[in-house]
Every structure is written in C-alpha cells, then in structure tokens.
C-alpha cells in the first residue's frame, strides 16, 4: 500500500491513522478530508463526552517514507497538526492544504522552512485566514492574499528557500491574491512547470509575467480572467512546452488573440502537443479560432469549450476532422450548433461527451449516438446521461 485517505470528519479517524501506520509504514502519499463541498461550512458536530487525544510522536515517525501530505477541507485541529507531520517525516515535499478556510498556513511553512525544508509542490487552493496577520510567521497567508505581508516574507531569506525549487504551486480559488503579491511570489519560484492562479484581482502584469518568465510550464491555469486582455494571451504564446491551458472566464480576449496563441502553439512552431485545453466562458471565441485550434494543435484530448456561445456547426466540423484523438469534450450552452458533425462520426477515443443546455442538439440523436458509443458516458440538455 502506497497511497491513503482518510475521512478526518469520522469521530475514530484517528484510530483507522494508527492502525494505517503500524499495518503499512511504506506509505508515500496520505490524504485527510474533511467537508468536501466548497461552498457549505463543514457540518457541526455535537460534542462527545471523551475528546479523542491527537496523534502522538511515534504515529508520524511510523510514516517515515511520507513523500505527499493532502489535507482537502479539514477542520482547523486536523491541519494544525501538519507541522507535527511534516517535522517527523522527512520525505514530505508536497503539501496541499485545500479548502481550509479558518487557519493561518503561515506558521506551518515557516517551522518547515527554518529546517531546511525544501517543497516541489504546494497546493492551497480555495484557502483563506484572517486577514489582519501581517507577521512573517504567516507567510503562506501573506503570500497568498496580502502584497505588504508578501513583501516581509519574501526578505526571510529561509522561507525563500523554502520554495525556490518548487515545481508546482497552486493558488486557485484565493480571490484575493493580487498582482503586487503574485508578483513577489513568483520571483522566487523559477523551477515552477505546474502554476495555477486565481486572477479576479490579477491583470496583465502578471499574466505577462508568466509568459515572459516561465516559458518551461507543462501547465499553466487562471480562473477568472475578467481584468486580461490579448496583451496576456500574446505574452503565452511564449509558453511553448505547455501541455495543459485553462483560461476561465475571459470576457476581453479576442477571437483574433485566441488564433494567435494556437498558432504559436503549433509544434511546427516550436511548440510541444497541447492536449488539455479548457476556454470556459471566453465569450470572444469564435469559428475562426477554433478552426485555428484544430490546424494547430490536432493531439488534443481533453476539451472544454462551455459556455463559448457563439460556435457553431462550422467550426465543429474542423475540430472532427482533425483533433482525431479526443476523449473527452464538454460543449455546454453552445446555443447555435446541433453538433451534427460530433454525432455523425465515430469519434473512436471520445469517451466523455457533454452537450449540457445545447438546446438544438435532439434527445433521439444523442440516443443513437449512445448505441453506437455504448462504454462512453453521453449528458443530454438536461444534464443527465444518456442510457441505452
């Protein structure tokens, strides 16, 4: 057993950690969730008579081969516990700790940076803390949300080493995370191939940034583009090993700068196979960038083009033709395709097909297309799959 995860909601988790840890002291990756659902607190439990005690030292020294710590929506004494963990296990260079929305992270990193501690990948996706702790000692606080706290932790030499070698960080789902603070941030992670960002406050300074700074990214995300414009997309045609692309919610992109970027992204261009591709709500896409999209980058296999509303059967036709190896395709609120030409073809890789709110797409073709397909899963305008 290499990998485990642990429901910390359950009054004996602790227990089930235990037994884990003397049954199967080789395991490199664990994983404790909480509450998994972002947008609901975690449900408050009536108190018990005995308060079960927290782990002691000899628990987390039987985890010696711990490589990757993942905390997913713990209440505040689980993740209190990760400088306990990460002190006695030695191996662990990557920490997530997602959805914790009552804690100060800061302290953790600092205990881990002032012994030497060096991450290649730190998650803190859809985290938050009080927002009045300026001290160093909150430096994953300050480095995610406020840009002077930034500024104090980047001078702690340590912390900075901390997180110089990282490989991937990721910071969707922090809304308050802003150029000046990304910025300082970023200095200090060269080594970064994997970089996810929440970007309502975020402009093209930091977007250019990237582009201009990073080319060695295999996967590179920003969610909420609303402030980005073609300046941002120009600079990521310099992303020439990308592999993975999302760009949500980008309402001043252009269809111009869309052709642009998978122009540049060609691997006759340079550029290295894009596969995974998510454009979420880029209300500017058009047929002409799509149709740009299957010339330049045919090895696609994860697509997500929802709520790009104004595509048509046109440029669909293109993307069939050429992007052959397509497993997965999400079109949901295309309001001016039927899609004939997705489900007038075999499509042989396509194993997940989503036409969610595509209100021109029948109920009787998507049935025959079932039959033809029957191990792919089929979601109709209602958002329910489709049987045989």
Not at 11 to 35: E, M, Q, T, Y
Not at 165 to 179: A, E, H, K, S, V
Not at 191 to 203: H, I, N, R, V
Not at 336 to 353: E, K, N, P
């Amino acid at each position: 057993l290499r990998s485990v995860k642990i429901n910390c909601a359950h009054p004996n988790w602790l227990d089930k950690l235990s037994r884990v840890a003397s049954l199967h002291p080789k395991i490199r990756c664990l994983a404790l969730f909480g509450n998994n659902n972002i947008y609901h607190p975690p449900v408050q439990r009536a108190p018990t008579t005995e308060a079960q005690p927290f782990p002691a030292h000899w628990v987390w020294t039987d985890f010696e081969c711990l490589e990757s710590l993942k905390l997913h929506f713990c209440q505040r004494e689980v993740v209190d516990l990760v400088p306990e963990i990460v002190r006695h296990c030695p191996l662990v260079t990557a920490l997530a700790c997602e959805g914790s929305l009552d804690f100060s992270i800061g302290t953790h990193l600092t205990h881990a940076a002032a012994e030497g501690r060096r991450f290649t990948e730190l998650s803190f996706a859809h985290s938050a803390s009080s927002l009045d702790d300026t001290s160093v000692s909150g430096a994953m606080r300050n480095m995610t949300l406020d840009d002077t706290s930034v500024s104090c932790a980047m001078r702690n030499v340590t912390f900075s080493a901390c997180i110089q070698y990282l490989r991937t960080l990721n910071l969707d789902g922090i809304p308050l995370l802003t150029d000046e603070g990304a910025l300082r941030l970023l200095e200090h992670c060269p080594c970064l191939t994997t970089l996810a960002l929440d970007g309502e406050q975020l402009t093209d300074t930091t977007a250019c940034f990237v582009g201009d700074c990073f080319s060695q990214l295999r996967s590179f995300s920003i969610s909420f583009c609303n402030n980005l414009t073609d300046a941002s997309l120009n600079s990521f045609c310099n992303l020439k090993n990308l592999h993975t692309l999302m760009l949500k919610k980008g309402p001043n992109f252009s269809d111009d700068g869309f052709a642009r970027l998978f122009g540049a992204l060609d691997p006759t261009a340079g550029g290295s196979c894009l596969r995974n591709l998510s454009l979420v709500e880029c209300n500017d896409l058009l047929d002409t960038s799509v149709k740009a999209l299957a010339r330049h980058c045919p090895a696609l296999v994860h697509l997500d083009l929802s709520w790009c509303c104004h595509l048509t059967d046109d440029c669909l036709e293109v993307l069939v033709a050429r992007c052959r190896h397509i497993r997965s395709l999400k079109l949901v609120g295309l309001r001016s395709a039927q899609c004939t030409a997705i489900l007038g073809s075999s499509m042989d890789h396509l194993r997940h097909l989503d036409l969610t709110q595509c209100h021109l797409v029948s109920d009787s073709k998507l049935q025959d297309y079932k039959q033809s397909k029957p191990l792919a899963t089929i979601i109709n305008f209602w958002g329910e799959i489709v049987d045989v």
